[in-house]
């Protein structure tokens, strides 16, 4: 799971969401199948993890439409966007080690 939170973070920072499931979706979402994690599961943290990715600061292409948009240097954005990132980051590892949250209401 830790590794497919990395690799996601990547892809999401340099690549748009539906091509980097459309690419690597067919090759990893058998093998989190095959360990024993739930589709939805891991469906949710690849999501999650790659919105993560497209706000990333060094090659972040969403964050760098949202300075560009709020017409703000991209270095003077870097300092606040801490804060955000480290939520994002701490809602990913509580989705990712707490199953429930994103399954405990299937059937």
Avoid: Q
């Avoid at 058998?30 to 999501?47: D, K, Q, T």
Wanted: glycine share 14%; with cysteine.
């Amino acid at each position: 799971m830790v590794m497919s939170i990395i690799a996601f973070m990547i892809l999401g920072s340099v690549l748009e969401g539906i091509p980097a499931i459309m690419l690597f979706g067919p090759l990893l979402f058998p093998i989190a199948r095959s360990m024993g994690i739930h589709e939805v599961h891991y469906a949710m943290v690849v999501i999650l993890a790659m919105g993560m990715g497209l706000f990333a600061p060094p090659f972040g292409v969403g964050y760098y439409c949202a300075t560009a948009i709020g017409g703000v240097n991209p270095d003077e954005g870097m300092k606040p966007i801490v804060g955000y990132m480290l939520a994002l980051f701490a809602g990913l590892v509580l989705v990712a080690a707490i199953p429930a949250i994103s399954i405990g209401f299937l059937p």
